[in-house]
């Protein structure tokens, strides 16, 4: 495989020669937008920030062997490559992109039985990430509700682990095919070679490969994967462990999500952001003795910290309660006003209409800077920043 995946073993090689989704796979709707080439492209229309300059060319691709031959095309060029989803991941800088920024508009899925109450779900990387969701549970299918409302491409699902409300997509994905970009070939990568981890895997900052469809492994008995996350359980009238109707728990997510500015509304300027800015940080051991007595000093002894089992021994603090407590209320402004914490809810950064990239990676840097200052934990940043760093 590429060097991302070095410490994996091989994966396999598709039977199929080409990038071409399997015949019977069903299309989704048409993709919104077509079209071959076109250049000074504001990537600001194309993100859900609404910020970035513009593109040097910007190529649709419409399927998975258009995707596979624009990234060729740009490789063997020696052509710089951005891809763009949804958008919602991403962080453009003013001066736009000097390069080939290519737009992932492949659709289709499939839903194959796999026996024992299983199903399998192929999806073109392309695919409206919450019209997947949608379509699960429509289908009577359990496993991906939680992850209902979250803006963005199924083809980015794996890059990052996406997480919500107590489920990971790492949970129910069985495997990816890439385009491998170094040899142009495309491969089946199982799930277990991804190094998947909290938001993150081996695909995430790298530009070795490109995810072309995605396939996971769902129920067919029309229940929740198991309520974990507390809020989530309050809004259901449940205990921790009990399973729900998709169906309902999907309502729940989107009403839990609403409420915080988390699904997209071109009305509501506490949408136009990139989701949670800062991931929560993770601390080992060590490190999280000397963090709960600083924060202690900060906000006093007598206060809940709160905190939550992460992988091995380590343990997860919650930035937006850090943020906070840092003196950063939801709206916070930062100078100009043209950028602002959400009202709603304080992980996310917000464009207020007439924001720059650089005002918002400003108020990134005070937030993070305000963080560390007052309780020594660095936050980390969840969105790709493209040409762009914090100051």
């Known amino acids: 495989m590429n060097s991302s995946l070095s410490g994996a073993s091989q994966p ?59 990234v060729r095309t740009a490789d063997s060029a020696g052509t710089r490559l951005l891809l763009l989803g949804g958008g919602s991941n991403l962080v453009i800088a003013d001066s736009g992109f000097d390069g080939r920024v290519v737009r992932i508009a492949t659709r289709g899925h499939r839903i194959d039985s796999a026996g024992d109450g299983l199903v399998r779900l192929t999806v073109e990387a392309g695919e409206d990430w919450d019209e997947v969701v949608a379509e699960t549970v429509r289908q009577g299918l359990g496993g ?3 992850l209902s409302g979250i803006p963005g491409l199924t083809g980015a699902t794996p890059v990052q682990n996406v997480g919500a409300y107590g489920v990971e997509v790492s949970e ?16 089946t990568v199982p799930a277990e070679e991804l190094g998947l981890t909290y938001r993150s895997s081996l695909l995430k900052h790298t530009e070795t490969a490109v995810v072309l469809r995605v396939r996971f492994l769902l129920r067919d008995d029309g229940l929740s994967a198991p309520i974990r996350y507390g809020e989530l359980a ?29 699904v997209l509304d071109p009305e509501d300027h506490d949408t136009w952001s990139a989701g949670s800015f800062f991931v929560n940080p993770v601390l ?14 900060g906000v006093g002894s007598d206060q809940r910290i709160p905190r939550y089992p992460a992988a091995g021994t380590s343990t997860k603090l919650s930035a937006a309660w850090l943020i906070e407590r840092a003196g950063f209320t939801k709206g916070y402004r930062g100078p100009g006003g043209r950028v602002g ?51």
């Open 12 to 70: 396999r090689e598709t039977a199929q020669a080409d990038t071409r989704a399997p015949a019977d796979l069903q299309p989704g709707r048409p993709a919104n937008l077509s079209g071959d080439l076109s250049s000074g492209d504001a990537l600001a229309r194309h993100t859900t920030l609404r910020l970035g300059g513009p593109a040097a060319e910007l190529v649709v691709a419409g399927h998975a062997d258009e995707l596979a031959e624009a």
């Open 144 to 146: 991906l509700e939680c």
């Open 172 to 187: 129910m994905l069985t495997s990816v095919d890439l385009l491998e970009r170094r040899t142009g070939r495309v491969r």
């Open 234 to 262: 309050r809004a259901l009238d449940v205990d921790i462990g009990d399973r729900v109707s998709a169906e309902r728990a999907r309502a729940a997510v989107l009403g839990l999500r609403r409420g915080k500015g988390m």
């Open 284 to 297: 080992e051991q060590g490190e999280l003795a000397d963090a709960l007595h600083r924060i202690a000093a």
């Open 341 to 391: 914490l959400s009202t709603k809810h304080t992980l996310a950064l917000t464009n207020r209409g007439s924001a720059t990239t650089d005002d918002l990676l400003g108020l990134a840097a005070e937030v993070r800077s305000g963080v560390r200052e007052h309780f020594g934990v660095s936050l980390g940043v969840e969105p790709v920043l493209v040409d762009c760093a914090l100051r």
